[in-house]
């Protein structure tokens, strides 16, 4: 198997075990470097297994219904594989204040759906980064932490 082979059955698992339905916590220690970098706009970067698994232990916390998946096939190139996907889920736990743009109370009840793009960049079988580029602005506007013009 090539590497950018290798590379896309990493993420693919990444992308299944740590975003979709069912998070598995065990696969940030089995596939991330111990200093991965995790960064999106709508949230604060992460850095570390353990920063990495607070983040998504209190993102699924608050929606216990979060699930992102592929929207397209993914691409790889070298040490660097790109994903584009859709997801969200619906604010029915407790606070959650990680929102670069403000808070939200316990259970609003307020639904997110919005899409991205991540590129993820690979060395020796671990996720060193992973960069998004997401639709944040229509999450934030679902979750009523902006308003629309």
């Not at 075990?17 to 696969?27: L, S």
């Not at 089995?30 to 983040?55: C, T, V």
């Not at 919005?114 to 506007?141: M, P």
Request: aromatic fraction near 10%.
């Amino acid at each position: 198997m090539s590497t950018a082979e290798t590379n896309k059955a990493i993420v693919g698992r990444w992308f299944t075990e740590f975003w979709g339905d069912n998070y598995n916590p065990a696969v940030v220690d089995d596939l991330a470097s111990p200093d991965m970098l995790l960064q999106y706009s709508l949230h604060e970067p992460r850095r570390g297994r353990e920063d990495i698994k607070a983040f998504m232990g209190d993102f699924r916390a608050a929606f216990p219904d979060l699930s992102f998946a592929g929207a397209a096939d993914l691409i790889a190139e070298g040490d660097y594989v790109v994903g584009r996907w859709i997801g969200g889920g619906t604010h029915t736990g407790p606070a959650f204040d990680d929102f670069l743009a403000g808070a939200l109370p316990a259970e609003t009840g307020r639904k997110m759906r919005f899409t991205g793009t991540t590129v993820l960049r690979l060395k020796d079988g671990k996720i060193v980064e992973e960069l998004g580029l997401d639709d944040g602005v229509t999450a934030l506007q679902q979750l009523g932490l902006i308003r629309k013009a």
